[in-house]
């Protein structure tokens, strides 16, 4: 499968809390981190997703956040992911991020250089990837 999303993160569906019009939807990634994915109760249906299938979550790039220093903040957006920067790249207006988490999986993230900057992001420094949970979208193999 070819996808424009930056983010394409495998895994295997751990929870499916079924509810009138949407589900939550957990993912657990190879590295041992999670995703919670929330989609309507017709996308469970037609993709067949159950707890143990395989599925893909598939975020762009520009949905996901980045911050520094979240020890002390909650959010109300269900998935944050702590790791390290490994790489900037900068552009005339914005820059790609990319934050490695523990397990190995690399989130890639577009913010303007104006945050890259106030947040001190550069190549070994702490930060935490934010995606809603609305923002990722669910793919099962054909």
């Known amino acids: 499968m070819k996808v424009s999303a930056r983010n394409v993160f495998k895994g295997t569906i751990s929870q499916l809390q079924p509810?009138?019009?949407n589900a939550e939807v957990s993912l657990k990634?190879?590295?041992?981190?999670?995703l919670v994915a929330v989609v309507t109760m017709e996308s469970v249906k037609n993709l067949g997703l159950a707890i143990g299938k395989e599925?893909?979550?598939l975020v762009k790039a520009p949905w996901v956040m980045l911050m520094t220093e979240s020890s002390d903040i909650r959010l109300s957006a269900r998935?944050?992911?702590?790791?390290?920067?490994t790489?900037?790249?900068?552009?005339a207006v914005n820059s790609e991020v990319v934050i490695?988490?523990?397990g190995g999986t690399e989130v890639y993230s577009i913010v303007?250089?104006?945050a890259v900057a106030e947040l001190?992001?550069?190549?070994?420094?702490?930060?935490?990837?934010?995606?809603?949970a609305s923002h990722i979208i669910l793919g099962v193999p054909a």
């Open 19 to 21: 509810g009138a019009v």
């Open 29 to 34: 990634l190879s590295g041992g981190n999670e």
């Open 55 to 57: 599925a893909v979550a």
């Open 79 to 85: 998935n944050c992911l702590e790791g390290k920067v």
């Open 87 to 91: 790489s900037v790249i900068d552009g």
């Open 100 to 102: 490695q988490l523990d």
């Open 112 to 114: 303007t250089r104006q």
């Open 120 to 132: 001190g992001l550069a190549p070994g420094v702490s930060a935490t990837a934010v995606i809603k």
